[in-house]
């Protein structure tokens, strides 16, 4: 293998990339949001907002909630129509499952496999 001469290369691509979502099954209107790649550091930051752990009482809470709104601030760059906070938390479930699958996966991990084979 040959070291890489662009290091541009290594970087998460800049511009994000618009998605239509249809408001409600077999509707002809949509939201378009725009989504941001993310970098390697927001991915471990996005796993991070998952798990509350409590010190004191060694309890673990799993907070989704949490997650979810690091994504949408993180890696949401616009939406047509223009969304407010407390719009997005007005979001229907048809449509908020929707946005869910084109966000980020923190914890896709596909591609680890063959990087453990290629770094002999």
């Known amino acids: 293998m040959k070291t890489v001469t662009d290091k541009n290369k290594l970087f998460a691509p800049t511009e994000s990339r618009v998605h239509n979502i249809p408001i409600a099954p077999g509707s002809d209107e949509c939201l378009k949001v725009w989504i941001k790649e993310p970098t390697f550091l927001q991915l471990e930051k ?9 010190t004191r009482t060694g309890d673990v809470e799993l907070e989704m909630d949490t997650m979810f709104r690091y994504l949408w601030e993180a890696f949401v760059d616009k939406t047509e129509p223009s969304l407010s906070v407390v719009e997005v938390l007005r979001l229907s479930p048809y449509i908020g499952n929707q946005i869910k699958e084109i966000m980020p996966d923190p914890f896709d ?11 002999n």
């Open 46 to 54: 996005a796993q991070a907002k998952l798990i509350n752990l409590n």
């Open 109 to 119: 991990m596909s591609g680890v496999e063959d990087l453990k084979e290629n770094t």
